[in-house]
């Protein structure tokens, strides 16, 4: 990666990268036999809400869309309930990484790492002490990258409403 990625907030224009990104990542998870974001979920109408919502970020890098991530500073209902460990922060307010996915042709390079240090600024500048996220049990490419990036393991949520299998490991990085 020769040229400076920046993250910026995502526009509605760019809902087409967006889509291809996660399109892309589907087919990934499925070969991998993973079956989260295989049942229609997430789709344009949930990242035209998290755009609007001002949530949704994209990562450039050489004037492509190489990922893409969601940071809210909205509580995860299913964060409640976590077996295991549990959170590294009780009470704190933190934020929360969801769908996040990098283009295949910058799978491997920095562009990853870049987005979780942009949405660590973020959640310092927020105010927040902590950020969160989780993955499916099968994504062990996942549950490794966020180790290297000094997430700890909590345990485990369950998204009770998701079709399939919905115990997701969960990560929490103090900031």
């Not at 290297?148 to 079709?163: E, H, I, L, M």
């Amino acid at each position: 990666m020769e040229e400076k990625m920046i993250c910026r907030r995502a526009e509605i224009t760019d809902l087409p990268e967006i889509m291809e990104i996660i399109d892309n990542a589907k087919v990934f998870m499925r070969v991998f036999d993973m079956d989260q974001w295989q049942n229609g979920y997430p789709n344009e109408e949930v990242f035209r809400r998290d755009i609007i919502l001002k949530e949704c970020y994209v990562a450039i890098c050489d004037n492509e869309t190489a990922g893409v991530m969601v940071v809210t500073p909205v509580p995860e209902e299913c964060y409640k309930e976590i077996e295991g460990q549990g959170w590294l922060t009780d009470s704190e307010p933190y934020m929360t990484i969801h769908r996040m996915a990098v283009a295949e042709k910058y799978r491997g390079t920095k562009v990853a790492e870049e987005m979780i240090s942009f949405a660590e600024n973020l959640c310092m500048k927020k105010g927040r002490k902590s950020l969160r996220t989780d993955t499916h049990k099968k994504n062990l490419a996942m549950q490794r990258f966020l180790e290297k990036q000094g997430f700890s393991y909590c345990g485990v949520v369950d998204y009770k409403d998701t079709a399939g299998d919905t115990l997701r490991i969960a990560y929490e990085k103090i900031n």
